[in-house]
């Protein structure tokens, strides 16, 4: 009798277990199924021709699904999930701020240094106060301006050394591309091998980002999916930012190529504080220094070392991820959002079509996430039934 009663208890608990597991398999399956409406309307609605959406925690990829096609035009391939995408600003956050924090960690530079130290154009141009920690927090006073066709990066130096500062360094937040493109020169002048092969070297081969670079070549352009140029004509495989093509597809600002996986290894890498796969990439500090607030003020705008914590570009925070969560959006449909707090991040890159209707696309950004935070916040039991779905 004794027997018996425990085996009815054993039977009742296996069945309520049964039960959860269901409900939450049912669960899961309601909430990707809200993922894939939300992509597919997107593409429907013509922002996008298609995309790639990846949703993961410091352990794992939880979610990674292609949608649509690499173009608007009707005889395009399906997207794929190692699709390459343009992921535009992503450049600033994935290569350029990473390997500028790596040459701080290496003693090389210093985020104190004046601009004009390794800058010889801004010599007895009045800004001596203008420190490298301004590039990064966009606080320079500098805004951007056309460069030259003969020679860009000559203009590059010599327009922002002669431009007329818009505020004092440090005051007040201005986001501008030319932080960015000194930013990647910088690199060049204190390492000689330039931003894509020290990020390479240093980041992208350290993580196994085998897909992430500058300049796809003819066998990778095979595998990117399209952005527009000015004229409306598709480009594949070469930068979409003009002034990123000026400066011969490498620059600080812009250029960057790479798929949502290797995105989503960037994210587990700075959720791990630099570890990844048990080998360092970042040391712990500094990936703190990167992703703290270095620049607030009154209108609730927060900025880290190139990362967005709070501003009106936040639109992937979404509702549910926390205040001490970061991120960026790039112009061509990308953004990634990262959680420490929840252990949570999206990844979103896209063959975007439509670029007026900012108020939608950014509406789909913030909704995806919010659905993610939603379903994988605090809810250890869903990510057990929600190993990576493709």
């Not at 390459?84 to 240094?113: H, N, Q, Y």
């Not at 966009?138 to 030259?148: I, K, R, V, W």
């Not at 092969?197 to 990117?224: H, S, W």
């Not at 960037?266 to 990936?287: P, Y």
Request: glycine share 8%.
């Amino acid at each position: 009798m004794h027997y018996l009663r425990i085996l009815v208890i054993l039977l009742t608990l296996l069945s309520s277990l049964s039960a959860v597991a269901g409900d939450n398999s049912s669960l899961l399956k309601e909430k990707l199924q809200e993922i894939d409406r939300l992509m597919e309307s997107a593409a429907s609605r013509g922002l996008m021709a298609g995309s790639v959406v990846v949703i993961g925690d410091r352990t794992n990829e939880l979610f990674c699904r292609a949608y649509g096609r690499m173009s608007s035009a009707s005889e395009a391939r399906p997207i794929t999930v190692d699709s390459l995408f343009d992921i535009a600003s992503l450049t600033k956050v994935v290569a350029t701020a990473p390997v500028i924090l790596k040459l701080v960690e290496e003693g090389r530079i210093s985020l104190l240094d004046p601009v004009s130290r390794w800058f010889h154009e801004f010599a007895d141009k009045g800004k001596n106060n203008l420190l490298i920690l301004h590039l990064l927090t966009h606080t320079s006073g500098l805004d951007d301006f056309p460069l030259s066709q003969v020679n860009p990066l000559r203009s590059v130096l010599e327009g922002a050394a002669a431009r007329k500062q818009v505020n004092r360094p440090g005051s007040h937040f201005k986001y501008a591309d030319i932080n960015f493109i000194l930013l990647g020169e910088l690199v060049q002048r204190v390492t000689g091998v330039g931003l894509a092969r020290y990020a390479a070297e240093n980041i992208f081969t350290p993580l196994q980002m085998k897909d992430t670079g500058f300049k796809p070549g003819v066998e990778a352009a095979v595998r990117c999916t399209a952005t527009l140029g000015s004229d409306s004509s598709p480009l594949i495989g070469v930068v979409q930012d003009y002034s990123a093509r000026l400066l011969g597809g490498v620059a600080g600002h812009s250029g960057l190529f790479s798929t949502g996986p290797d995105l989503s290894r960037f994210c587990r890498m700075l959720l791990n504080r630099g570890l990844l796969d048990e080998r360092r990439v970042l040391s712990e500090r500094t990936v703190e220094l990167m992703t703290v607030p270095y620049f607030s003020d009154d209108t609730r705008i927060l900025r880290g070392l190139g990362w967005d914590i709070s501003s009106p570009f936040s639109s992937p925070r979404g509702a549910g991820f926390s205040e001490v969560s970061f991120g960026h959006t790039g112009y061509s449909g990308s953004s990634l959002w990262i959680d420490p707090e929840s252990g949570l991040y999206v990844v979103l890159v896209t063959a975007r079509l439509d670029y007026k209707r900012k108020k939608e696309f950014n509406k789909v950004r913030s909704d995806l996430s919010t659905i993610a935070a939603t379903l994988f916040s605090g809810r250890p039991e869903i990510k057990e039934f929600s190993s990576k779905v493709e």
